[in-house]
């Protein structure tokens, strides 16, 4: 079965930066996308960032544009969310997802294309 561990999440200030692991098995890591999703207290989780597994490509949420960059070690099963210039808005639960398939395109951000989440990692940034 399929698993996916987060870490790297934590406590910074604003404008400071965190890198996000996400650790994936169970599965052929390259044959699918995987993605980062946010959920911050009282709001509905949402996509941030997804990383085809066929191609590479990357996509991202228009309120992370130009600050986060997803990027992938296929050799490490891992994906990574780089996070710069962090506000108190970026303040939620970050969760990776495993795709169900390799390519998900511009519609990646649609909760019925992922089939397995990881557990989470706060990210908290102060003002």
């Known amino acids: 079965e399929a698993q996916l561990v987060e870490s790297g999440g934590g406590l910074v200030q604003t404008g400071g930066s965190l890198r996000l692991s996400c650790v994936a098995s169970?599965?052929?890591?390259?044959?699918?996308?995987i993605g980062w999703f946010r959920q911050a207290p009282g709001k509905e989780r949402e996509g941030v960032s997804c990383?085809?597994?066929?191609?590479?490509?990357?996509y991202y949420a228009d309120f992370v544009k130009g600050r986060f960059t997803i990027s992938s070690d296929n050799a490490k099963n891992t994906v990574y969310l780089q996070m710069n210039s962090l506000k108190p808005d970026d303040t939620a639960v970050y969760y990776c997802?495993?795709?169900?398939?390799?390519?998900?395109?511009?519609?990646?951000?649609?909760?019925?294309?992922?089939?397995?989440w990881g557990q989470g990692t706060q990210v908290t940034v102060s003002s």
């Open positions: 169970g599965f052929t890591f390259d044959d699918y996308a």
């Open positions: 997802a495993k795709g169900g398939r390799p390519k998900l395109g511009s519609s990646w951000y649609a909760e019925a294309w992922w089939d397995y």
């Open positions: 990383i085809d597994g066929s191609d590479g490509d990357t």
